[in-house]
């Protein structure tokens, strides 16, 4: 959820980055059950982006992308450990964001922002590379997902911080009953969240809130008010709470007066999850396939802006846009200039908000998939997961899949890419016909602006290369006043396996 409030004295913003919601989990893009109430009057309210996309089909390299507004590829958010590899940021990582990176919460500074983020970070556990290095003034959550329990001998159990210092492990001080799938982790989250704007807006500081809770992340989670709740499952008990708490957070802008000059995003940082199956994940509609993937399912997106008096009520926009916009709109109303020393690949949204749009690149680790401009996709390598995980029982395309589309072996197409016209066929079933003069010309146009980018892409660093068991979680800083300090294996770094 992205907030942003604008007075004539100060400015305030928000963004919610919900964990692999899916585009179909909501009930203002179709979900039967109709339970985000919350979510859907404030697409009501304000403005819904059916085309709307994440910068990569898994979590820490579209979060990256979001904070620096640029492509994984180009802030070092991938791996060149194999070719197409997905590639994230487990407790065994050596590395995260680059030093060299300039960060949404950096460059609001030059506004007198305070910054906090709430929830997961996932940009890199170890302390050079943690929130309050990178721009932000305040934290409240994790680096690293709710993976666990451990048993803090092979593996540490996750750490939740409070600023620079541990204050507890998830399943320890913080629980989650993997069982019952109970938690108060996101009542907690909104807690923080609410009191941080209350005492930014009292004391009339520009502030920026990133609230990324990650109850929607398998094992998912809800408090007890809400397990049982949905008619969905437990996955749907999670939404549920998250659709409960933007809804709070918005009411508490209302309150405080604020709410005409308060400009609201909610987004999530890849589709939804369904090789994890349905009382896990949640659902992408129309859309072919899931997360890991570049089809639709694994980086097309529910987003909502909320901005009353600005934005008009009940819109929508059907242009292009993606999780990198966020950065450049972002800046751009708060008045502040982006860099100019690197390419940003984000588009300000504020003209839409506004009628320009980029074209959106499918990245999966170091190679480019597939681009889309208007309404052609255009595929140049196609791969959902190998047969070795597939004859494990991990299909990324559960009952969806598509002869020579959802292939099971990296499969090159430069030479005749295959074409899809999204506004016709969205589920990406039926590819455009290479004899066709419709073929041609989408052909001939993305061919353009292909060569183009490839021409400009100079890539970053790649940071998801290498892995060491002893730069887990054992020691993190406050761990000592707590008595929560492990004992580290001795280092040895390898090269990180990405299956997938």
Known sequence: LLGFLRTSACSYHILCFCLQMGWGDLGVFGEPSKETPNLDVMAAQGMLFPNFYTANPLCSPSRAALLTGRLPVRNGFYTTNAHARNAYTPQEIVGGISQDEILLPELLKKKDYVSKIIGKWHLGHRSQYLPLKHGFDEWFGSPNCHFGPYNNSVRPNIPVYNN????????????????????????????????????????????????????????????????????????????????????????????????????????????????????????NGPFLCGKETTFEGGMREPAIAWWPGRIPAGTVSYQLASVMDLFSTSLSVTGVLPPDDRVIDGLDLSPVLFNNSLPIFYYRGNQMMAVRIGQYKVHYWTWSNSWEEYNTGINFCPGQEVPGVTTHTQEEHTMQPLIFHLGQDPGERYPISVQSEEYRDVHRQVTAVVEQHQKDLIPGMPQLNMCDLAVMNWSPPGCEQLGKCLKAPESNPWKCVWPH
Do not use: C
């Open 164 to 283: 620079s210092e541990m204050t507890g492990r998830y399943y320890e001080e913080f629980e989650i009953n993997v069982k019952t799938g109970e938690s108060n982790l996101t009542q907690i989250y909104l807690k923080e969240g609410l009191d941080f704007i209350s005492q930014q807006a009292t004391a009339q500081r520009p502030f920026f809130l990133y609230w990324a809770p990650d109850a929607t992340h398998s094992p998912v989670y809800a408090s007890e008010r809400f397990l049982g709740k949905s008619q969905r499952g437990r996955y749907g008990d999670a939404v549920m709470e998250l659709d409960d708490s933007i809804g709070q957070i918005l009411a508490h802008l209302v309150s405080l007066g604020i709410h005409n000059n308060t400009l609201v995003f909610f987004t999530s940082d890849n589709g939804a999850a369904v090789m994890s199956g349905a009382h896990q994940s949640g659902s």
